[in-house]
């Protein structure tokens, strides 16, 4: 009786280990993984989102209003915690941030994607990393082989991409939205990089919301300035809840998921984002709105996004 009693106990303290070690690996690498695949979907929804919205209304005000909401949560948050707010030069990088990255490349590509479609929005939206090596380039950093023939290789990619849309830029709505949403990808570059020379201590989700509620600032003086807006009465509810949308996926729950998953996967992990969002962008923007889905497009978004690999796994194996 006496060994079964004892059999049973060893049986059961195995049993606690395993599961106690199945749910420290869940929580070490599944909720990451998880976080990860979060962004990967829904930050490639937003780009629908963003096109339905701005269907309606001013782009910009679309972007304000989206940036004022987000950044007013957080806030909130914070308060409520009472977390300690930014000091001395951290606003200045808080500040620079703000513009670089929501004013003008959310802002931007918000506006671009009005006229042109959310999937070729998407693509562009990818190339960052390629700005950021060139932009290193004239900093004077050495250019790795690997990154030339990832440069190379994504160029290729968007030439073939573009095949089929030569004749669309003698369309003036669309060549502005191609060098909107160009500038929005070179401003997001100038921010990653700033980012990573003025990092600081400070709590990056309290930051965040910093940032957005201070760029949303920047937009509505802009668009008062110039009276571009429109009574928030005239604003129908498809695009309210575009905007809705974009808050709760794109600016508070994504952007939670992707700092987590930043935080605990390794870099050539938690960059895997930027490849599917451009694939989720085109094949929701060819289901919801009947975006023409061509086999350029197809070869051409491979293509580039190949190259666009070669070369982040450039830069962190350059650590730039």
């Known amino acids: 009786m006496f060994w079964d009693t004892h059999s049973q106990n060893q049986i059961y303290k195995v049993k606690a280990k395993i599961k106690n070690a199945v749910s420290t690996k869940v929580n ?5 993984i998880i976080a990860l695949c ?16 701005v269907k309606h209304m001013p782009a910009l005000q679309l972007a304000g209003i989206r940036q004022f909401i987000g950044g007013s949560l957080y806030l909130c948050y914070f308060l409520f915690k009472k977390t300690p ?12 941030l703000s513009v670089l990255n929501f004013v003008l490349s959310n802002g931007l590509s918000t506006w671009g994607v009005k006229y042109i479609s959310s999937g070729l929005g998407a693509i562009i939206g990818a190339l960052v990393p390629l700005w950021v090596v060139i932009i290193s380039l004239f900093r004077g950093e050495k250019l790795a082989r690997l990154a030339f023939f990832g440069l190379i290789t994504s160029f290729g990619g968007v030439c073939v991409i573009f095949y089929n849309h030569l004749s669309d830029f003698l369309i003036p709505d669309f060549r502005f939205g191609i060098i909107l949403s160009i500038i929005a990808t070179i401003t997001w570059a100038f ?20 940032q ?8 509505f003086a802009f668009n008062g300035a110039t009276g571009i807006s429109v009574s928030l009465s005239s604003i129908p509810l498809i ?6 949308y974009l808050v709760i996926f794109g600016s508070v729950l994504t952007f939670i998921a992707f700092i987590y998953a930043l935080q605990n996967l390794p870099a050539h992990i938690s960059s895997i984002y930027a490849y599917i969002n451009p694939i989720i962008a085109v094949l929701l923007g060819a289901i919801i709105f009947g975006e023409q889905l061509t086999m350029s497009i197809a070869i051409g978004g491979a293509v580039t996004l190949c190259g666009l690999y070669m070369v982040n796994y450039s830069m962190r194996k350059a650590k730039i």
């Open 28 to 32: 070490s690498i599944g909720l990451p």
């Open 38 to 53: 979060f962004v990967c979907f829904f930050w490639g929804t937003t780009w629908i989102a963003s096109k339905e919205g």
């Open 85 to 96: 707010w930014p000091k001395g030069k951290q606003w200045k990088t808080i500040v620079i």
């Open 191 to 210: 921010g990653t990089l700033y980012t990573k020379k003025k990092a600081a201590s400070f709590n990056p989700y309290f930051s965040l919301g910093i």
């Open 212 to 219: 957005m509620f201070l760029s949303s600032l920047f937009i």
């Open 239 to 244: 695009s309210w809840l575009s905007i809705g």
